[in-house]
Structure formats: structure tokens, C-alpha cells
């Protein structure tokens, strides 16, 4: 009878253990990692206000670079692949890119990666989280397809440009908001890399859309967001959205600066011109908690002939190239040219 009194008290021990165990467990899958994450980026480049962001690249500079140590990847729907695309490019799923950086090539063995998809915005998004996750020779193909070859462009870019909400426009000014509370980001990991790289991952099957808002939801309910206006002062003043708010490019998302005054508990929406540069600040803010999205189109959507004759940054004929595309339906995995490494190089393209 003794000895089976020990052995219950073992057990309840043994027990116990488990359950302070549990509860420790339990603690850190509770945790906030914001401050983590935040301290790896900063330190890590600081890419949201780094001269390499926007990292785009235009069609001329890709075209030029085709034959050198390039890979091309197309993340527009097959069908359209299948009808032309840039010569050697593969064709990957957006949701599947990550596992395809990680798990099918070798992204350091190129000098150049560039993602194409319908209109620059898409990749753009895709680049930013690339980027943030350390693959820094990535970059997106500007104004997508739609800078390539003219019958591309008629499907996207051509058909988005409008004046739709010229007249609705102002020039009254609102202040940032009250410094507050920044978002938690909740993971039982204390590795601020594993952290980002499984919220990507997500961010990923989530598909570009999730993050993306039109511009008449934020004409007609821009009480239900805060709107970034993401260009420079000297434009602002010419004419954004009713109720935006403007943030200096590349100088107002951080901890040092103005990232606490972007609310919790409404969605944030930056715009830009094209809705490229505002694709790469959409998924940065949603990367680090923040519900976020990207205006479609930018102010092209809804502007665009102050942009044409004031501002700058219209997507325009001048924008289309006419370059050779392929129907080479072949998906060989691509190799390296490695005896060419390190002998490109890129400018970015574009930005606010």
C-alpha cells in the first residue's frame, strides 16, 4: 500500500510538471512579438524607408537583361502565360512563390530576379515580403504586362485609367492622428525571422486580393478607413482623397517616426500614383500586424488626367513597349548562369 501511495504521488508529480509545463507553453503561443519583429526589420535595412524601395525594375532594363544571369517569373493565371509571355519565364502561382524561393531554385545564384505580373501591382506586393524575408535581387516588373507589349496593356492598365472621381477630389488638409497603440503580433516563436517568414507564408495563400481595396468603397465610405496619401507634401496639396491623410514616402512608417499613429481597429489604406509603391507599404504594414490595404490603380484609377498634365507618374501609351514574347510552354526548372554572377546591375524604377 505504500509503494502505491508513492507511486501516485510520482504521478501526481509527474503531472503537475506537465501542466506547469503546458502553461508555459500556453504563455508563449500568447506572447507579442511586435517589438521583435520590428527591431529585426529596423536593423536589417529598414526596407520601408531604404532608397531600394519601390525595387522595380522597367521593361527596357529587363528586356536589356534578358540574356544575362536572369529569372523571370510570371505569376499572372496560366491561360494568360499560355497566350505570351517574356522568353524563359516560368510560370508560378502567387500563392505558391515562397515555397518556390525556398524549395525549387537557389534565388542568391541570380543576379536578377523580376516578377511579372498584370499590371505591377501584384509582384509589387509579392517583392516587398521577398525583400523583407532577405532575397534582395528581387524586383517587380513596372506597370506589370502592361508595359511588355500593347495587347496586355489593353486588358489591365488601358482600362483602369479614369477621372472618375476628379471632381470629388480636395485639397483640405487633415492632421495625423494621436500616437497610439501599435498592433500585437501574437506567435509562440521568439525568432523574429521565423515569425515573418510564417506570416508571409500566410500572407501568401491569402492572395494579392485580400489586401487590395476600389476606389469608389473609399469615395463613398472613407469613414471606414484611414487613408494614406503616400506622396510627397507638394502634391498633396493638389488634390487626394476626401479625408487622407499624408505620409511622407519613405520617411513616416517607422518607430521613429509616424507608425504609431496608424489605428488598430480600422483598416489602413495607403495610396500612391500607381498603386505599385502603395502594393510594397500594404504588405509591410500587414506583414507587422496592421489590417492593410492597397488602392487599386493608385490615383491612376480615379485622376488621371491631373497626373497627366500636373503630377506626373500616368500610365500612359508612352509606358508600352512593344517587345517579343513567347508561347514556349516548357517549365525547365531555370539554372544560374554562374559564371555571369554579380555582373548586373539595377536601378530601381519608380516610386513616389
Not at 521577398?130 to 492598365?157: I, P, Q
Request: some cysteine.
Amino acid at each position: 500500500m505504500k509503494k502505491l501511495f508513492i507511486f501516485i504521488l510520482i504521478i501526481a508529480a509527474f503531472a503537475a510538471c506537465q501542466t506547469e509545463n503546458k502553461s508555459k507553453d500556453n504563455s508563449a503561443e500568447s506572447a507579442d512579438r511586435f517589438s521583435i519583429v520590428m527591431s529585426y526589420l529596423e536593423s536589417n535595412g529598414n526596407y520601408i524607408n531604404s532608397a531600394s524601395i519601390p525595387s522595380i525594375i522597367s521593361a527596357k532594363k529587363l528586356y536589356g537583361l534578358l540574356d544575362r544571369n536572369t529569372l523571370v517569373i510570371d505569376i499572372r493565371k496560366e491561360p494568360h502565360y499560355q497566350d505570351g509571355h517574356i522568353a524563359g519565364a516560368v510560370n508560378v502561382k502567387y500563392s505558391n512563390l515562397l515555397n518556390y524561393f525556398e524549395k525549387n531554385i537557389d534565388p542568391a545564384s541570380f543576379d536578377v530576379i523580376a516578377i511579372a505580373c498584370y499590371s505591377g501591382q501584384s509582384a509589387g506586393f509579392a517583392t516587398s515580403l521577398l525583400r523583407l524575408l532577405g532575397y534582395d535581387n528581387v524586383y517587380s516588373l513596372k506597370w506589370g504586362m502592361s508595359s511588355w507589349k500593347k495587347k496586355f496593356a489593353d486588358m489591365k492598365w488601358s482600362k483602369k485609367t479614369s477621372n472618375k472621381y476628379l471632381d470629388a477630389i480636395t485639397t483640405e488638409s487633415k492632421p495625423k492622428a494621436e500616437f497610439g497603440e501599435y498592433p500585437k503580433i501574437m506567435s509562440e516563436d521568439s525568432m523574429a525571422y521565423n515569425i515573418i517568414r510564417k506570416r508571409a507564408h500566410k500572407m501568401f495563400k491569402n492572395g494579392f486580393r485580400h489586401y487590395a481595396v476600389k476606389n469608389n468603397v473609399l469615395f463613398e465610405q472613407p469613414e471606414s478607413f484611414y487613408i494614406i496619401n503616400y506622396w510627397p507634401e507638394k502634391f498633396y496639396k493638389k488634390g487626394h482623397i476626401p479625408g487622407a491623410i499624408q505620409y511622407t514616402p519613405k520617411k513616416s512608417l517607422d518607430r521613429a517616426s509616424y507608425l504609431q499613429t496608424l489605428p488598430v481597429d480600422k483598416p489602413v489604406v495607403p495610396y500612391c500614383f500607381t498603386g505599385q509603391h502603395s502594393a510594397y507599404v500594404t504588405a509591410y504594414l500587414a506583414l507587422i500586424g496592421y489590417e492593410a490595404r492597397t488602392l487599386l490603380y493608385g490615383a491612376n484609377g480615379f485622376m488621371h488626367d491631373m497626373l497627366v498634365n500636373e503630377i506626373g507618374h500616368a500610365f500612359t501609351e508612352k509606358q508600352v513597349m512593344d517587345y517579343p514574347t513567347s508561347k514556349d510552354q516548357s517549365q525547365t526548372r531555370p539554372k544560374a548562369k554562374k559564371e555571369e554572377k554579380s555582373e548586373s546591375t539595377v536601378s530601381v524604377s519608380g516610386g513616389c
